[in-house]
């Protein structure tokens, strides 16, 4: 032993001597380039030239990851600083074009520098920030580009091996460890020297931004930490060890085999509880490495049971740790090995990323105590990612087969010859149908392997019937979210999944080999978060936003968008954007207008101070930020242009013939093809049932204060037979009324459906001047002509563009609440593109009344004089006969959302 480390120590100095040493001015001019870019980039920015805003980033990272670990490297060496040279006087002409190849430079110099042993190792924190800025500096090529600098700068250090060395109160350093991947399974960018994150603070998680210089972080292990003790647990035929002091509290062992590992009874480990295949595939799946495995009479041969043959790979956990494996060596700033517990591997194992391990710099589970969590992404999330990635999906296949199938009369004989690994290829099947990487196209054979599979199993109903709920009862144990959004769009996965594989495996089926592995995605429901949670109280539901005083510039970006909510936004982003200011700015009028009935936002009226801020940035010029100009001119967004005529009639207009025909032909233009309207999520659907519920109950007004204009007795001044005529009119029009109560109804249990109140207000009647588009025009009219020509305008399919009864056309100068990029140009779109948007179908309200109308001989006759009766009608429809108060129209508009971060990886 003495020989070999003699041997080995004297290659290793014959090494050094042959490679290139770098001075100490070396260093010193790496830190005086850097600060020099540094200072030439904060010049730019404080001259306002161009749009620099992405370099301020830069400017800083070279500050606080590049300028300040050379420093500490050159004060570690005992070398002067070196003199700071100012940046030119003028600038730099086109700065953003020089900084990637400069930062290419001084990623090239730090690498070269890094090769040298005797450097601090502070020169490796340096490197690895000037890398990583190098890389993302690449030039136009994309990923391309940026590969391909990585590639070059890993040639330049390939000689150096593979190690993680925790730096003194600083970042965990990575050296040539070719993967690392995100908590969903997919492979990062990484950069040959990595600089990880290990205080929490970073702002670049997992890279380290030099924030633990500045948090106070230290890396000392807590005196009071979990002791290192190792325990063996004898099973049949294998001894179990573990350790709580190494333990990082992940779950997996609880999860996978809670029979073997208890979390409520002591011992913890049951070891004779479970068989020697179940608990050595528990024991590999310990990410900290504090679980053990030997042979009875070889404990201390744990390697050969625990520890794995695996790439070695850096895997950042949902909010939790970094988990190593293959091997990776841990190594200390001075070159000696990280002290471990007894019995802790040494191919696997988790480091702390939250910055508050009791246990440094190993993790001790203290993250799910501090809620550490990992920044939000700014997509719209994927099943897959929402699930918690391929971990939380293997957690699921893996109860499911190795739990439950086993066990189950209908499931065990349909698994009895499945592989070993058949668990994991579920998984990666799952993980590619929501959404994440194509692990099974790429490692498993795609459709074709997974069709081969079903193909003459004879899958019987209630097999397949017991696999889809047995496969829900896993997802749930298995921690998978339960939000209604993800459960919904699972559940109709697994359901078309298993029927078509009970299909495909029927006698003589032969399904399409090639197919695609299909996709799955939230469907009708949307992600969560596209509603308003019914239990959130007011104060969680409004973020106290400071409002700016009175009398002070008011600007879009510093008072009005922190106004609107992210749900506002997806409330309303099927009309317009909330968060960008041309849209507000071309809608601010319609938007205060609606803001100021409290029909916006539509959970809850804003109070009055917000208000008056909006009137104020529309009334001063609607400013962007405090620096630009405001609007000139009418803030008055201009009209819309008319829907463009279509080439010919819709399908069907053409067949209404008869004197319906005529009043058709005789009083329409020419058919449109008008803009459809697709609602694809929840907030905007309870949005527009609300609106079309105010349009039923006026119309609804509307049919009954014509049905009660009518005279109902001879001595009205009507024969007999002019009476049995305008009893049939009011039984038509009764008809209708009902209809519209029919309609009314079905709305509402749509609406509670959904999870929201039923909407039962409506505008006072004769209806205000801008509470609707123009193509919306209500008014009570007595029976006659008039009414009936507004009743068919009204009431018209879509595509047919018939003129309003004359006298009610719209006031020209009225300004729409809703504008009709928003809102259906007439009634009858709100009840088809809730549901397609492109449905062309007529009601039986319209066509009934149609058809009634025009035969009846005195269809066109002048209009039976009104009778006290009708007056009294119209006087309480004006009033009000529903109630129409603010707090009853927000209430009756609240509605349900849950909002909920995808569950951390335990």
């Known amino acids: 032993m003495v020989t070999e480390k003699c041997l080995l120590a004297i290659l290793a100095q014959g090494s050094r001597n042959s490679r290139r040493w770098f001075s100490v001015d070396d260093l010193t001019a790496l830190e005086a380039a850097a600060d020099r870019l540094a200072g030439e980039i904060e010049q730019a920015i404080a001259g306002g030239g161009g749009d620099l805003a992405g370099l301020d ?50 990623a090239q110099r730090a690498t070269r520098l890094r090769l040298d042993p005797g450097m601090p190792i502070d020169v490796q924190e340096a490197t690895a920030a000037l890398q990583e800025l190098a890389s993302r500096a690449a030039p136009a090529g994309g990923d391309g580009a940026a590969a391909g600098r990585r590639a070059q700068l890993a040639a330049l250090q390939a000689s150096l091996p593979a190690q993680i060395v925790p730096l003194p109160d600083g970042p965990l350093l990575a050296t040539n460890v070719e993967r690392l991947v995100d908590w969903l399974g997919q492979p990062l960018p990484a950069c040959p020297q990595l600089a990880l994150c290990r205080c929490g603070g970073s702002a670049i998680k997992p890279l380290c931004d030099g924030s633990h210089a500045e948090n106070g972080f230290s890396d000392a292990r807590d005196p009071k930490r979990v002791p290192d003790h190792l325990d063996r647990y004898e099973g049949q035929g294998i001894t179990v060890t573990d350790n709580r002091g190494t333990c990082a509290h ?51 041969a744990r390697e050969d049971l625990a520890d794995q043959v695996r790439e070695a790979a850096i895997d950042v956990s949902k909010d939790g740790p970094y988990r190593v494996t293959g091997s990776i060596p841990l190594s ?69 087969y190795g739990r439950y199938v086993p ?87 697994i359901e078309w999944g298993s029927r078509l594989a009970l299909e495909n495996s029927a006698p003589g089926a032969a399904p399409p080999p090639h197919l695609p592995v299909p996709h799955w995605d939230w469907g009708c429901a949307g992600p969560p978060g596209s509603r308003i949670p019914a239990s959130a109280p007011p104060a969680e539901q409004a973020a106290a936003v400071a409002l700016p005083p009175p009398g002070a510039a008011v600007s879009f970006e510093d008072h009005l968008r922190p106004l609107f909510r992210d749900r506002d936004r ?29 029909s916006m936002p539509c959970d809850a009226a804003w109070p009055a101070e917000r208000v008056e801020v909006l009137e104020r940035w529309v009334a001063t010029g ?29 399908p069907g207009v053409e067949a209404i013939q008869g004197r319906l025909g005529s009043a058709v032909s005789l009083r329409s233009s020419t058919p449109v093809e008008e803009p459809s309207i697709v609602i694809e999520h929840r ?107 507004h009743f068919l305008f009204l009431e018209r399919p879509e595509g047919m563009d018939i003129d309003d009864a004359e006298g009610l ?66 006087d309480r429809a004006a009033t009000g006969g529903t109630p129409t108060s603010a707090a009853s129209s927000e209430s009756s508009r609240s509605t349900s959302r849950c909002s909920r971060r995808p569950p951390a990886s335990r």
């Open 407 to 493: 066990e189950d009369p209908p499931l065990a004989p349909l698994f009895a010859e499945m592989a070993p690994d058949h668990p994991e290829r579920v998984a990666a099947w799952l993980a590619e149908v929501f959404g994440g990487p194509h692990l099974f196209t790429e490692k498993h054979g795609g459709y074709p392997r997974m069709l081969g599979q079903h193909l003459g199993k004879g899958i019987t109903e209630a097999q397949r019937a017991r696999w889809a709920s047995t496969l829900a009862r896993c997802a749930e144990e298995a921690g998978l979210p339960a939000d209604p959004e993800f459960r919904s769009a699972f559940t109709a996965y």
């Open 570 to 598: 997806q409330a309303m982003r099927f009309a317009f954007d909330l968060g960008s200011y041309p849209d507000v700015a071309a809608n601010a009028v319609q938007i205060l207008e609606r803001v100021r009935s409290g």
């Open 332 to 400: 200390e700033a001075g070159g000696d090995p990280v002290p471990r517990n007894q019995g802790a591997s040494l191919e696997h194992y988790s480091l702390c990323r939250c910055g508050h391990s009791l246990n440094k710099p190993f993790c001790s589970g203290m993250h799910w105590y501090v809620d550490f969590k990992d920044p939000a992404p700014d997509a719209e999330p994927t099943l897959f990612a929402w699930a918690g990635g391929l971990p939380a999906l293997t957690r699921m296949t893996r109860l499911f």
């Open 809 to 874: 056309d719209a006031v020209d100068s009225a300004v729409p609440v809703m504008s009709e990029d928003e809102i259906a140009p007439h009634l009858q779109e709100f009840r088809s593109a809730s549901f397609s948007g492109r449905r062309r179908r007529r009601p039986a309200a319209s066509s009934s009344a149609g058809r009634s109308s025009v035969r009846s001989p005195a269809a066109t006759t002048p209009c039976v004089p009104s009778t006290p009766s009708s007056s009294r009608a119209r």
């Open 57 to 106: 980033a830069v400017a800083r990272r070279l500050r606080r990851s590049v300028v300040r670990p050379l420093g500490n490297a050159r004060t570690a060496l005992g070398a002067a600083a070196p003199a700071r040279e100012e940046p030119p006087p003028g600038g730099v002409d086109d700065l953003e074009a020089l900084v990637g190849d400069r930062l290419w430079d001084l």
């Open 250 to 300: 992940s779950g997996f062992c609880t999860d996978r085999l809670p029979i073997a590992f208890r979390v409520d009874r002591e011992p913890f480990v049951a070891a004779a509880g479970a068989r020697m295949d179940e608990l050595l595939r528990a024991v590999r799946a310990c990410p900290s490495g504090a679980l053990g495995a030997a042979l009875q009479g070889l404990v201390d």
């Open 683 to 789: 907030e905007p659907l309870i949005y527009m049932l609300c609106s079309a519920a105010e349009l039923e109950h006026a119309l609804m007004c509307e049919y009954l204060f014509a049905a009660f204009s009518l005279k109902r007795a001879v001595d009205e001044g009507l024969t007999e037979d002019q009476l049995r005529a305008v009893e049939r009119w009011r039984s038509v029009i009764l008809m209708v009324a009902k209809q519209e109560m029919l309609h009314l109804a079905i709305n509402c249990n749509l609406v509670t459906a959904l999870g929201a109140s039923p909407h039962l207000s409506r505008p006072n009647l004769p209806q205000p001047a801008r509470h609707y588009p123009s193509g919306v025009r209500l008014t009570l009219l007595p029976f006659g002509e008039q009414a009936l020509r």
């Open 622 to 650: 609607m400013r962007e930020d405090a620096s630009s100009p405001s609007v000139a001119g009418d803030a008055t967004p201009p009209a819309a242009a008319p829907p463009a005529a279509a080439a010919g009639a819709e």
